[in-house]
């Protein structure tokens, strides 16, 4: 089934999309909370689960394997319906497959982003259980930018996952109508 995420961080935003049955649950990241005119990014995330108990990403922002999984521990206690959004590499390109591992095995819901390619999500599927809900959000619409079609790499990695009941693949990256048709398509 094909659910609808709102990624934002405007707390007038999310107010009202909440309202909105389509509206599943919503991913935010440091950008767009910094601009939502965020002084403390804790406590602007704190005041955002005041408003939605639906599902919700929270992204870390440090880059060194300690820093993002001090800071994911610290996210997820914020709230039951928290996934704490980790990229799928650093700023180097490096990898965070054991990040990715260690926090799948505290049972952290992750959100795992900055995907492009179905290679990716099978070094993913390697490191996580079977049991910690993840998403594994497959930057469709930036692939598209640079003359990408990100269909083939959507349907490896769904095809891939299926074993995996706690996997859900997230189009991200939205940049048309016209994506939320191919999302459904495809049925993620």
């Given at each position: 089934m094909t659910k609808i995420f709102c990624d934002i961080a405007d707390?007038?935003?999310i107010k009202k999309f909440n309202k909105k049955n389509i509206v599943k649950g919503f991913t935010t990241n440091?950008?767009?909370i910094r601009k939502a005119g965020a002084k403390?990014?804790?406590n602007y995330c704190k005041n955002i689960l005041k408003i939605t108990?639906?599902?919700i990403s929270f992204e870390v922002f440090a880059d060194d394997d300690k820093n993002i999984i001090k800071q994911a521990i610290k996210i997820k206690e914020w709230g039951?319906?928290?996934?704490v959004k980790v990229p799928v590499t650093n700023s180097r390109g490096i990898?965070?497959?054991?990040v990715i591992k260690d926090l799948n095995n505290k049972n952290i819901k992750l959100n795992i982003t900055a995907v492009y390619t179905a290679q990716q999500t099978s070094q993913i599927l390697k490191k996580i259980n079977k049991k910690t809900k993840v998403i594994i959000s497959?930057?469709?619409g930036r692939m598209s930018d640079v003359g990408k079609d990100p269909i083939p790499e959507f349907r490896k990695s769904i095809k891939i996952s299926k074993k995996f009941k706690?996997?859900?693949?997230?189009w991200a990256s939205t940049r048309e109508p016209l994506n939320y048709l191919q999302a459904k398509q495809l049925k993620c």
């Open positions: 707390i007038n935003l440091p950008s767009l403390n990014y804790s108990k639906k599902p039951k319906q928290i996934y990898f965070l497959g054991k497959i930057f469709a706690n996997v859900e693949i997230l």
